[in-house]
């Protein structure tokens, strides 16, 4: 088919051209003197040949052309699987980097958590300490106004006479009797 081809195109082809060579005036070329001579092709079977490979290679053209279509179009398919199997690889690698990242930095609030909760501990037992000293100051110094008090108290009892019977009750009379200011002398004496 081929050799057919390449019988029928040398044969359609131009078979005498003549280009008569034009005089140069001034670097320019002069057109009105130049002309140029095609020879016809001889025969109407040959432009029937012609015509009828030109048809049959435009019918070949087109088959071929839709095939190269349907081709393409099968591989720009199988292009974009590929693009969006790797773009699903990618968004997995990133799903897989993102959850590491998150366990990572969900470890680090722990860790984190753990040691404020270390932190505060240590406050809570420095302030609990503080406190226990506070309270026992507090106590030692209340402890030394109670005694104070009892001393200033049991002073000032030592000016009253005291009645034998529960509750005892002190009293103080106008007029004391001699067995009362020896009472009242004793218990002065006992006082601190």
Excluded: W
């Excluded at 040959?46 to 839709?66: C, I, L, P, W």
């Excluded at 993102?98 to 240590?122: D, P, S, T, V």
């Excluded at 506070?134 to 009892?157: C, G, I, T, Y």
């Excluded at 009253?160 to 009797?177: A, D, E, G, I, M």
């Amino acid at each position: 088919m081929d050799e057919r081809r390449e019988e029928l195109s040398a044969k359609s082809t131009v078979q005498n051209v003549k280009i008569s060579e034009a005089p140069i005036l001034d670097g320019k070329v002069n057109n009105e003197d130049s002309h140029m001579e095609i020879d016809q092709p001889e025969g109407s079977m040959e432009e029937d040949d012609h015509r009828q490979v030109k048809e049959k290679n435009t019918s070949e053209n087109s088959v071929e052309q839709k095939r190269g279509r349907r081709m393409f179009g099968a591989l720009l398919g199988t292009l974009g699987k590929f693009q969006q199997e790797s773009e699903r690889e990618q968004k997995s690698a990133r799903k897989v980097k993102r959850a590491e990242l998150e366990e990572k930095l969900a470890k680090r609030r722990e860790q984190e958590l753990q040691e404020l909760e270390k932190q505060e501990k240590i406050e809570a037992e420095i302030l609990e300490s503080r406190l226990q000293e506070q309270r026992k100051v507090a106590l030692d110094e209340l402890e030394l106004d109670r005694n104070d008090l009892k001393k200033v108290l049991d002073n000032k009892k030592s000016y009253y006479l005291r009645t034998k019977t529960q509750p005892s009750l002190f009293y103080r009379p106008y007029y004391l009797l001699p067995s009362q200011r020896t009472q009242l002398e004793q218990m002065k004496s006992e006082a601190p």
